[in-house]
């Protein structure tokens, strides 16, 4: 006995019980020998056979120290005559209750309790004669007991109740025989009937067999002849299956090919589109280049004509100027000649006016002397007289000299008015040709202008045709690529379980609303990596990839209290201050390489990466994939997307590359890079054809 009751340490009593001896167990009151007999009641009687919770802890040993939480009682018997059926000359049956079970072991072995009950009625402790124990306070009631009480008793003692009880059950089992016996006679009779007939049968049945297997064989034959045609027919229906095969799969090819070649027609039609556009663009531009040029040669065309017209004045004042010259140099010249004509006849007429007047001088000379010599007193009549008449010779002759020097004098003028004549129009002339000179090299000044301001014109217009151009290049190209933006974002969001998506929304929009720092974006927007890793990446990350990553757990309890509101969608955070990376010991092997290190993301997201990818590895092929799962305890994964798990599992199969999340996010942050780019060239050509403008 261990733990039941008041023997806690493992107790052991042992007694011999004779038929016809009495035993007894003497001791002191609490010295156990109550405890002593419900132990062996405990396993024999059906007194403790229904016990709940609660009774079988009060079965337990209570005392200091830990808590019996099992107990159990043995009762070893002595099996030398065999009384219970076991082929052993010791049997020992073991009754182990605890708070929560009931059970009987049979030498070590568990048995149920109907078991257990049979056993012992088999051996004599018979669940209706329960006085192989006699409690105490029985005896005084037994002795007390009435006659007819007490042979009641005695007949439920010595088992004569048990025996009637067995005997009315037997007689009526032997009617019952009785009758099945009868009854058993009608069928063999019957049997024996049939037994004729099956003989009967049996002949006809060897008949039929031997028919039968004619008919088998025949079947057979026929069956193997219909096999062989059969798979003759199945051998040509396999290679036609192959070749519909074959064709299938180059006609799905070619579809796909087909599909391929569609999509780059139809991105092909769209760029001819946009190109038309663009040419279109350029066209109109350079139609209203053409409207500026022309109404550009027309004004230089009038400019010119202007500049002509004033050049064809400035020759023709030249030519009269040089007309004039000509004929104020041949006046000059005839003006001179006729000075000089005039000058040799006025010195021909002043030396004859000399000559004249020394002649009349002379004659007056010899006329006076005449007169004195004939007398002068005869001519005159007084002095008188002859000093007025005198007197008006010298004022005849004075006038004539007074007339001569005023001649001369005015001769003199008209000599210097034409002097200065000539040298006004000498002066004239030079101040004409001076004018001349500066037209010219005005107009040539205007000539080389013009020619240098058509260059820089010309060269403008080329740089500001080869900027529309590029210009309405750039507007094309940054159109085309966002297209392809909301394409790829389109095809993302389809790629992405519902759920997630309004998850992701709802944290952009709480994060725009509420100006929640500390909030970096999901995996996939984090991470980069080569083409050929998409696939596996994918696999491995599955909807990990939009897991968000935050800076502490506080952005995310902050940001999960507004989704909850708006009820918003779900959404997994990564805190940075809680995730610690996982210290890992990779193979080192050629075949072999963490996926980790084929991923490029900012160092700052080191701990939110190796929590993803950081136990999972790149493998050659699947054999390497399970060698390194088996024998390194990491989850390996091959570039077609084949996974084995470190705990034994294996997935694969095909995966469409078309619908690769990772190719969509590529998609949309090149090109909106490339935007950027492109809307920055555009705003720098803009700002050039301002200036030109």
């Keep these: 006995m261990v733990a039941f009751q008041c023997y806690y340490h493992t107790s052991i009593a042992s007694c011999q019980i004779s038929y016809g001896i009495i035993y ?52 070893v018997f002595d099996n030398s005559d065999n009384r219970i059926p076991v082929d052993k000359e010791e049997v020992r049956l073991r009754r182990t209750i605890g708070l929560k079970k009931d059970e009987y072991f049979l030498d070590g072995k568990h048995i149920t309790k109907t078991e257990v009950m049979n056993l012992l009625e088999s051996a004599g402790f018979s669940r209706s004669n329960p006085y192989y124990v006699v ?19 005695l007949k439920e003692i010595g088992g004569t109740r048990v025996y009637e009880e067995r005997r009315r059950e037997s007689l009526k089992i032997m009617q019952e025989t009785g009758n099945k016996r009868r009854q058993i006679i009608q069928v063999v009779q019957y049997l024996d009937e049939r037994l004729k007939e099956l003989d009967e049968e049996k002949e006809e049945l060897r008949k ?37 095969s074959e064709k299938s799969t180059k006609m799905y090819n070619s579809v796909l090919d087909a599909h391929e070649k569609s999509k780059e027609l139809d991105k092909t039609f769209k760029d001819l589109t946009k190109e038309v556009q663009i040419l279109g663009k350029e066209k109109e531009a350079i139609e209203n280049q053409r409207r500026e040029a022309i109404k550009k ?44 004509r005039i000058r040799s006849s006025y010195n021909n007429q002043v030396r004859e006016e000399e000559e004249i007047t020394r002649g009349i001088m002379d004659r007056e000379k010899k006329l006076s002397i005449l007169y004195q010599k004939r007398g002068r007193a005869t001519q005159f009549s007084s002095k008188a007289a002859r000093d007025k008449w005198l007197q008006k010779e010298i004022d005849e002759y004075e006038r004539v000299l007074s007339s001569n020097l005023m001649q001369e004098e005015k001769l003199k003028d008209e000599i210097q008015l034409l002097h200065t004549d000539i040298q006004e129009q000498d002066a004239y002339v030079e101040h004409r040709k001076t ?21 820089e014109r010309d060269k403008l217009q080329d740089e500001r045709k080869s900027l529309w151009g590029k210009e309405s290049e750039l507007s094309g190209e940054i159109d085309r690529l966002k297209t392809e933006v909301v394409k790829a974002e389109k095809s993302l969001d389809h790629a992405t379980p519902g759920d997630i998506r309004r998850g992701l929304n709802s944290v952009r929009r709480i994060c725009r609303e509420y100006e929640i720092p500390g909030v970096f974006g999901p995996i996939i927007e984090l991470l980069d990596c080569d083409e050929k890793f998409f696939t596996a990446v994918e696999v491995t990350a599955a909807n990990s990839l939009f897991h968000v990553v ?90 077609e997307g084949d996974q084995v798990s470190k705990k034994g599992g294996m997935t694969g199969g095909f995966y469409d590359y078309r619908r690769s999340k990772l190719k969509f996010m590529n998609v949309v942050r090149q090109n909106t890079k490339s935007i950027n780019m492109k809307e920055d060239e555009l705003e720098k050509v803009r700002f050039k054809l301002q200036d030109i403008l």
Excluded: W
């Excluded at 010295?31 to 009774?55: P, T, Y």
């Excluded at 059969?230 to 396999?238: D, G, R, T, Y």
């Design 135 to 153: 409690q105490q306070g029985k005896i005084a009631s037994l002795t007390l007991m009435k006659d007819s009480e007490r042979l009641d008793l």
């Design 435 to 455: 004018e001349i000179a500066a037209l010219e090299s005005i107009i040539s000044q205007y000539r080389d202008g013009y020619n240098q301001y058509k260059l």
């Design 24 to 75: 007894s167990a003497v001791g002191a009151n609490g010295s156990g020998k109550s405890n002593f007999f419900h132990a062996i009641r405990f396993v024999i009687s059906d007194l403790f056979q229904n016990l709940r919770s609660e009774d079988r802890h009060a079965l337990l040993h209570e005392g200091a120290g830990h808590q019996v939480l099992s107990a159990f009682v043995e009762i």
């Design 297 to 340: 040669h027309a004004q230089l065309e009038l400019d010119n004509k202007d500049l002509q017209e004033k050049i064809s004045g400035d020759i023709r004042a030249k030519e009269d100027a040089e007309k004039q010259l000509e004929i104020l140099q041949k006046e000059i010249q005839d003006s001179t000649e006729e000075l000089n």
């Design 550 to 639: 935050v800076e502490t757990d506080e952005v995310s309890t902050q940001i999960i209290r507004h989704l909850n509101a708006l009820k918003g969608g779900r959404v997994t955070f990564i805190p940075l201050n809680r995730v610690k990376a996982p210290q890992i010991t990779y193979p080192q092997s050629s075949d072999v390489i963490p996926l980790l290190k084929k991923l490029k993301f900012s160092r700052d997201y080191t701990s939110a990466f190796s929590q993803v990818f950081g136990r999972t590895v790149i493998c050659r092929d699947l054999d390497v994939a399970t060698r390194v799962a088996r024998t390194d305890g990491l989850d390996c994964i091959t570039l």
């Design 208 to 244: 039929y067999q031997q028919l039968d297997k004619q008919r088998k064989s025949l079947e057979y034959t026929i069956y193997d002849k219909e096999i062989h045609d059969a798979m003759h027919k199945l051998v040509e229906v396999e290679e036609a299956r192959n070749k519909v």
